[in-house]
């Protein structure tokens, strides 16, 4: 799954990465952000179906469906798999038609070992930015309040991630990048091979510390790497 990722990069740099403006919602101003964690206002994009151009808009990570009575079904939908998205009621049209991409330098993933959780900071091995594929719909509630919301998909892990979690975020490939976002394009059997497990290779992942566990931290320090340990150093050593 993915429950935590970091996007710490200025909205400048997000929007030379992917070719798209920032629009402000409500006010709210870009802030980099290094514990993004679920019901929390993220950057979302999106390809314009008028026009050709790409938005970078804040959406609400838990995907609530345009016919959803309540909010609240959204808390169950930050992540979906990848290998079945498209064929459930729950989110077959929005991946025929509302896909998206969420920016993000790096993702979080706890390692269960004995009664504890470590939790390891996963990027690209060059630092660079990434983008998890994504779904988005509109949703109105009963008081009429619009709310647009996104789920991140999910795909099997590759070899970095494997011992760590049974499920890793599809990481879109940057050549694919038009295709996953165009609006008018709807060949499902076309869309699914883009969501496969990121190359290990080009990743690398080292250990946090716990403060990435709190809500109410979100500074540099939820990512900053953690010395690996006496018998990491002769054994096992993350990178």
Same mark, same amino acid.
Not at 19 to 33: D, I, S
Not at 76 to 88: C, G, L, P, W
Not at 101 to 121: H, L, N, Q
């Given at each position: 799954?993915? /429950?935590?990722?970091?996007? /710490? ?9 992917? @070719? ?17 964690? !679920? ?19 804040? #959406?609400?990570? @838990? ?20 290998? =079945?998205?498209?064929? #459930? ?8 038609? &509302?896909?998206? #991409?969420? $920016? ?9 070992? /004995?009664?504890?959780?470590? $939790? ?13 594929? /994504? ?5 109105? =509630? ?26 890793? *975020?599809?990481?879109? =490939? ?8 165009? $609006?008018?394009? =709807? ?5 699914? !091979?883009?969501?496969? *497990?990121? $190359? ?10 716990? &403060? ?7 500074? *540099? ?6 010395? !690996? ?11």
């Amino acid at each position: 799954m993915c /429950g935590r990722f970091r996007v /710490g990069r200025k909205k400048e740099i997000l929007e030379e990465e992917f @070719g798209a403006e920032y629009e402000a919602a409500n006010g709210m101003e870009w802030v980099p952000r290094y514990n993004v964690a !679920p019901g929390q206002d993220i950057a979302v994009l999106r390809q314009d179906a008028v026009r050709p151009a790409r938005r970078l808009s804040p #959406m609400r990570w @838990g995907l609530i469906p345009y016919w959803s009575k309540s909010a609240s079904i959204g808390n169950k939908a930050i992540n979906v798999r990848a290998e =079945s998205a498209a064929s #459930m009621s729950y989110f077959r049209d929005a991946f025929r038609s &509302r896909r998206c #991409m969420v $920016p993000a330098d790096g993702f979080y993933e706890w390692k269960r070992e /004995g009664i504890s959780k470590t $939790p390891f900071c996963f990027t690209m091995r060059d630092a660079s930015m990434f983008a998890f594929a /994504g779904l988005w719909e509109r949703w109105r =509630s009963p008081q009429g309040q619009l709310i647009e919301s996104c789920a991140i998909l999910t795909t099997a892990p590759n070899e970095l991630v494997r011992d760590v979690h049974d499920r890793m *975020p599809a990481i879109l =490939s940057p050549e694919v990048y038009d295709l996953w976002l165009d $609006p008018g394009f =709807s060949k499902v059997e076309e869309l699914k !091979p883009l969501l496969k *497990p990121y $190359p290990a290779a080009a990743m690398r992942r080292y250990r946090v510390s716990g &403060r990435v566990n709190h809500v109410k931290y979100d500074d *540099p320090e939820c990512a900053a790497e953690i010395e !690996p340990t006496i018998d990491e150093q002769f054994g096992l050593r993350f990178e």
